[in-house]
């Protein structure tokens, strides 16, 4: 059980690329897209998938590509500030913990450079997994010992294998659309919100100042294309409409931006990650949503014990998989299930659940 094929080349595939080839795997790389993806939102390690990336030899580089954040501040719907922190970050929580917040676009590159001798498939998708033989679009069929579906949310190994999407999905209620712009608040390593009302967002300072992330948020449960993005621009230019504050400028940088995100917020929970030769690897079998903060780390962690446990026991490693990694998920997934209903505020247990993990060793 040496040849193994990733779906996704976003986090979690890049980092278990990297693992199995440590383990010495033949891995290959599908990604629907021509390259690496642009954009996305801060995102942040901590706990246990810090340590993943000491284990990678690329702690001291994750945090040269720290967003630097020195605080933030509140403001209401007119603009008037009604609180401000030194101490704290809405994106990134405690400024003085270990934690490293970095652009999610930053990480997936770093993870993409750290993968020697992987093969990569750009600009093609899987259109049938039947046993061990994979189907392209473009590609000529192949053999798999092991399919990986690090596909996202809106999985398509997940769909082919295991079913619709609805099955697994359960929208919390909000949607998020994230892209980056000129840093037109001129912010000095600083984030600002806006709190309160359907919609609502924020806007913080990127690369040294150079730019900015803009985050643009509503709530209710919309029907979209996670594909047609144009349709999702003039949802978001919809639902911002008289919103005030920035956000008519805002508005105009989100219909010139190259990395336009927008989805819902939502959680996959299943009862297994697996079928037949076929695992399931952070948000394709386990997405905690935006409001966990623990999306990137446990598709980090993911990816280090699922490599692990293949290079282990092949026979017995989906099995091994789940049982270290579900309690962990599990506690992150409800974490955020509260913090929606706390309005993000992460609550005591925070810091415990983030760290309820301790890593094997392989």
Not at 167 to 179: E, T
Request: with cysteine.
């Amino acid at each position: 059980m040496k040849n193994v094929l990733i779906s996704g080349a976003s986090i979690g595939g890049p980092a278990l690329a990297y693992w199995l080839r440590h383990h010495g795997f033949s891995v290959t790389v599908v990604e629907r897209a021509c390259g690496l993806r642009p954009g996305g939102q801060a995102i942040d390690v901590r706990g246990p998938a810090l340590e993943v990336v000491e284990r990678m030899g690329l702690g001291e580089r994750l945090r040269s590509l720290s967003t630097g954040m020195r605080g933030m501040n509140m403001v209401d719907a007119d603009g008037n500030e009604l609180f401000r922190s030194t101490t704290h970050t809405l994106s990134g929580g405690d400024l003085a913990s270990a934690d490293v917040e970095l652009l999610r676009d930053d990480l997936a590159q770093m993870l993409f450079d750290a993968a020697d001798g992987v093969e990569h498939l750009f600009d093609d998708t899987i259109t049938a997994i039947d046993g061990t033989r994979v189907t392209f679009e473009k590609a000529a069929p192949r053999d798999f010992d092991v399919v990986v579906g690090a596909d996202g949310l809106h999985s398509n190994v997940r769909r082919l294998v295991f079913g619709p999407e609805s099955r697994f999905i359960s929208h919390l209620g909000m949607n998020l659309a994230v892209f980056t712009a000129p840093n037109f608040l001129g912010l000095d390593h600083w984030q600002t919100f806006q709190q309160g009302g359907v919609v609502g967002g924020g806007i913080m300072s990127a690369r040294s100042n150079a730019e900015c992330r803009v985050y643009m948020g509503f709530h209710g449960e919309v029907s979209f294309d996670h594909r047609d993005v144009e349709a999702q621009r003039r949802l978001v230019a919809e639902k911002f409409d008289g919103a005030g504050w920035v956000w008519p400028t805002a508005l105009k940088h989100m219909w010139e931006a190259p990395d336009f995100h927008f989805d819902s917020m939502s959680q996959i929970r299943m009862d297994s990650w697996s079928r037949g030769d076929v695992v399931l690897l952070g948000d394709a079998g386990y997405c905690g949503s935006p409001l966990s903060g623990q999306g990137t780390s446990m598709a980090l962690v993911g990816a280090y014990v699922l490599a692990g446990e293949l290079a282990k026991d092949p026979s017995a490693a989906f099995q091994r998989y789940e049982e270290l990694l579900r309690p962990y998920v599990t506690a992150n997934q409800d974490m955020a299930l509260r913090n929606m209903e706390t309005g993000g505020a992460p609550g005591d247990d925070f810091a415990e659940i983030v760290n309820s993990l301790s890593l094997p060793g392989y």
